[in-house]
Nanobody, 121 residues
Framework: QVQLVESGGGLVQPGGSLRLSCAVSGSIFSINPMGWYLRAPGKQRELVAVITSGGSTNYADSVKRRFTISRYNATNMVSLQMNSLKPEDAAVYYC???????????????WGKGTLVTVSS
């Protein structure tokens, strides 16, 4: 069983920072890519940032130069450093990973349960 467990959400004031982390566990051959999506109230889930096994990144325009995604291949972890947070960044943030299992030839998409980020004064 593959599990993605997020941590690090919470309440922060506008202009503040938070760091989200996600630990991936299970029978894993490879993870590519992994990253973060968000779902704001009343909206569909959308990309925040993803990173490949080689370190290539893709960010939503709204978070460029404010958020930084990092991955730690040895420990199957991914983090999202969020700086200069704005009220419009408030959402549930989901960890995402496309994982190939040790006994499969194809990858599959996996999601964490989400962590709530609230940006408010």
């Amino acid at each position: 069983q593959v599990q993605l467990v997020e941590s690090g959400g919470g309440l922060v004031q506008p202009g503040g920072s938070l760091r989200l982390s996600c630990a991936v566990s299970g029978s894993i051959f490879s993870i590519n890519p992994m990253g973060w999506y968000l779902r704001a109230p009343g909206k569909q889930r959308e990309l925040v940032a993803v990173i490949t096994s080689g370190g290539s990144t893709n960010y939503a325009d709204s978070v460029k130069r404010r958020f930084t995604i990092s991955r730690y291949n040895a420990t199957n972890m991914v983090s999202l450093q969020m700086n200069s947070l704005k009220p419009e960044d408030a959402a549930v943030y989901y960890c995402y990973a496309r994982i190939r299992g040790r006994t499969s030839s194809d990858g599959a998409d996996y999601w964490g349960k989400g962590t709530l980020v609230t940006v408010s004064s």
